[in-house]
């Protein structure tokens, strides 16, 4: 079975139709998906920037919400939520999601946290948030989150993004393909599919 | 019927797929097409860049010419040529679309301009890569030479330029409704269209 890459930033307004929309495309498809969650900072950081380009870029980050508005209504996603402040700091949330990854519930974890974010317009950086996304999803929230604060898991985020980084990686969503051809944004998604599929 | 704006910049890298799809995409959904050459160059310089954004961001102007690349692939068209330099100085060959257009012989002028720049790696700043464009488009290239550069064809582009950046341009290309709704890159060709059709 093909595999795709899956890079994300909880913070990221496109990687939230993407994780909506992956997981059926890429059954459709017949190709597994590899959730990697990372902090888009430090690589914007290295680019010169201290926030999203949205904010950089008025008239560009007009038009970006604008069109995420519209993508999200085209999927019949709830009307978008602008997250305020934007961008969310996503540490919490992206720590989260590995130790959850690795214990079988970080997929649904990763859903969850995008929902209350753009449709709920919930803080994903407040621990009252990601608790409560944790409850249904696992016996005991308060372990996760100790585990997401652990050296461990700090260094593992600190890996997959530098992981990112050293791949190329630019902004998110983007898709890697086990051949190493990497897609950036939501509307490439289908594409990175064909890719991962037949190649080419 | 229903009616789009097509702003493109002939230095653009992914006007060059609008512009060879708009046509029959258009035809196809009933809308008509309003060609509207400008410069991103004065736009950009107000958003503090000196260059084109794949040449000040290495990791995405890697991701850019590799996509277009595979765009153009998909679209069938003949193998990527990367512009050298990039981006292509287009005053000149935007000054004659505009001439063009008043005369009837400007959109396919625009696509072989795109196709000389792309597919045939050639110069669009040299009045030779022009004269040859138009000769057997206009039996009088030298007129239209010297049409483009009258003080009026400079007014136009100029006032073209500014009209996209007082609508919220930021890049190219760029599809505005008769409504107003603006949808930025090549990807957004057919939202746009079905926006211009039925609103929404």
């Known amino acids: 079975m093909s595999t795709i890459n899956f890079w994300f930033d909880f913070a990221s307004g496109y990687s939230y139709p993407a994780m909506m929309r992956i997981a059926p495309l890429a059954a459709q498809a017949g190709v597994a998906v590899r959730f990697r969650p990372f902090l888009l900072g430090p690589i914007f950081k290295a680019q010169g920037w201290d926030t999203s380009p949205f ?15 519209r993508v999200c209504a085209d999927l019949a996603l709830p009307p978008l939520r602008r997250p305020e402040p934007f961008p969310q700091w996503s540490l919490l949330p992206a720590r989260v999601a590995l130790v959850g990854l690795a214990e079988g519930w970080g997929e649904e974890f990763c859903r969850l946290v995008f929902h209350a974010e753009f449709a709920e317009g919930r803080r994903i950086d407040e621990v009252a948030t990601i608790s409560g996304i ?22 593992k985020l600190r890996e997959q993004t530098q992981e990112a980084e050293q791949r190329g990686l630019f902004g998110a969503p983007t898709f890697i393909t086990a051949d190493g051809e990497l897609f950036w944004g939501n509307d490439r998604l289908e594409r990175a599919l064909t890719w991962a599929v037949r190649g080419r």
Chains 1, 2 share one sequence.
């Open 134 to 155: 944790l409850a249904p999803l696992t016996p005991d929230p308060e372990r996760v989150l100790a585990a997401a604060r652990s050296p461990p898991a700090k260094a």
């Open 55 to 69: 904010n950089l870029y008025p008239a560009k980050g007009r038009h970006a919400w604008r069109d995420l508005e």
